[in-house]
């Protein structure tokens, strides 16, 4: 069975095991576009601008930040966007989930990964 997973986009891929997709709304800092290896950019998924800079990756604020952005994609198309390309490409290949962050516990491709595992079944 084909596993959606989540990874730091400065993870060398081992060997492209998958789907790519960054969940970043701005471009990570210090990566080109080559050596990201990407199949696609879900930029408008990622928080807004508002709630990233309040949030600052400080891990006191993961649970608030959680539930501004859980409100933030109830309204947001590009969830479905993103939930039709990963159940589509799951049929075939695992799904990675990039982002840039260096907290790997606290950041918003933690909160997709959960809420597309449970919007998909997977949990």
């Not at 471009?27 to 709630?51: C, F, M, T, Y």
């Not at 260096?102 to 491709?109: L, T, V």
Request: aromatic share 8%; no cysteine; hydrophobic share 40%.
């Amino acid at each position: 069975m084909m596993q959606l997973k989540i990874e730091r986009i400065y993870t060398k891929p081992v060997d492209l095991d998958g789907y790519r997709i960054l969940v970043d709304r701005l471009w990570p800092r210090g990566i080109s576009k080559v050596n990201a290896h990407l199949d696609w950019w879900a930029k408008q998924v990622g928080p807004s601008n508002e709630l990233r800079k309040w949030f600052g990756h400080d891990p006191a604020k993961y649970d608030e930040f959680k539930q501004r952005y859980l409100a933030e994609l109830a309204d947001n198309p590009a969830l479905t966007e993103l939930k039709e390309k990963v159940t589509a490409q799951l049929a075939t290949t695992n799904v990675i989930l990039l982002y840039g962050a260096k907290d790997e516990q606290h950041n918003q491709a933690v909160i997709l990964k959960e809420l597309l595992d449970k919007q998909l079944g997977n949990h």
